[in-house]
Nanobody
Framework: QVHLVESGGGSVQAGGSLRLVCEGS??????MAWFRQAPGKEREGVAA????????YYADSVKGRATVSRDDAKNTMYLQMTNLNIEDTAMYYC???????????????????WGQGTQVTVAS
């Protein structure tokens, strides 16, 4: 059975940094991605990375502040974010699927497997 488990969320001051972790079970997915959903807003793509880490994708809102990476040997994906602002406050979700990211990110329907999310709150 496939599981995706996020961790690393929490409360942070504006301008601070954090690292989110997504641990997958057993299977190495071709594409893993981070999405987020703020209260009252639609879920949106944040970043994605193909197996091997060679191809990465970012939303314009986080470009230059976020780095997505993965360790396929551990079935784990990371999201390092810096210079956080209040607009980054959201529930962050890990998503994964068997096809390459280019054919599915940032579309929610492109991902079959989802984690339960980890909350990130940025305070001013």
């Amino acid at each position: 059975q496939v599981h995706l488990v996020e961790s690393g969320g929490g409360s942070v001051q504006a301008g601070g940094s954090l690292r989110l972790v997504c641990e997958g079970s057993t299977y190495t997915f071709e594409c893993m991605a981070w999405f987020r959903q703020a209260p009252g807003k639609e879920r949106e793509g944040v970043a994605a990375v193909d197996s091997g880490g060679g191809n990465t994708y970012y939303a314009d809102s986080v470009k230059g502040r976020a780095t997505v990476s993965r360790d396929d040997a551990k079935n784990t994906m990371y999201l390092q974010m810096t210079n956080l602002n209040i607009e980054d406050t959201a529930m962050y979700y890990c998503a994964a699927d068997g096809g390459v990211c280019d054919t599915r990110w940032p579309h929610l329907r492109g991902f079959y497997y989802w984690g339960q999310g980890t909350q990130v709150t940025v305070a001013s």
